[in-house]
């Protein structure tokens, strides 16, 4: 019987030093993925440390950008506010027309319609023409922006 026991004891002891050799080779592989897992840590720590100067400085630029757009969007508050009143002004002008027409003859609608008329030529002139000067002054800045090209412009002796 005393053999049975240390066979026994050769068996559990052959199983614990198994499962000691296993445990220290698991070991050995978690401190080794620890190890790789660190540096790979540093890496990312270092590319983020380095990143965010840059997003820092992207969002004051994009901040910059929403409040010059904001700016913009207010000054066009005006324009809107004026085409909304002449289109007012438009629609009482038609108004009174229509109401007018069946109490005043041809001639004399033509007559008094006339200055509103006149007004509505005038204002497409100075639309138009302010346009053109609005394209030349684009193009003359364009013009200069090409002077720095390596074909020279041609002089008409105007140039002042």
């Known amino acids: 019987m005393e053999g049975i026991i240390y066979v026994a004891l050769l068996l559990i002891s052959i199983a614990f030093a198994i499962i000691v050799a296993y ?16 540096k790979t840590v540093n890496e990312v720590e270092k590319e983020v440390e380095a990143l ?17 757009i904001g ?3 207010k000054s066009t508050d005006n324009l809107f506010d004026t085409v909304e009143n002449v289109g007012s ?7 009174t027309i229509h109401n007018s027409s069946d109490k005043l003859s041809k001639t004399e609608m033509e007559r008094k319609t006339k200055p509103f008329v ?24 364009m ?17 002042g």
């Not at 445990?23 to 660190?38: C, E, V």
């Open 23 to 38: 445990t220290s080779f698991l070991l050995y592989r978690i401190s080794k993925t620890m190890k790789t897992m660190a």
């Open 52 to 68: 965010t100067p840059r997003l820092k400085e992207t969002i004051y630029e994009t901040d910059k950008i929403v409040d010059d």
């Open 71 to 73: 700016i913009k969007l």
């Open 89 to 95: 002004s438009m629609n009482a002008v038609n108004q």
């Open 118 to 141: 006149e007004g509505i030529k005038w204002s497409e002139v100075a639309f138009t023409l302010y346009s053109k000067w609005k394209k030349k002054s684009k193009n003359e800045l």
């Open 143 to 159: 013009v200069q922006n090409q002077s720095h090209s390596l074909v020279p412009l041609n002089k008409t002796g105007k140039e």
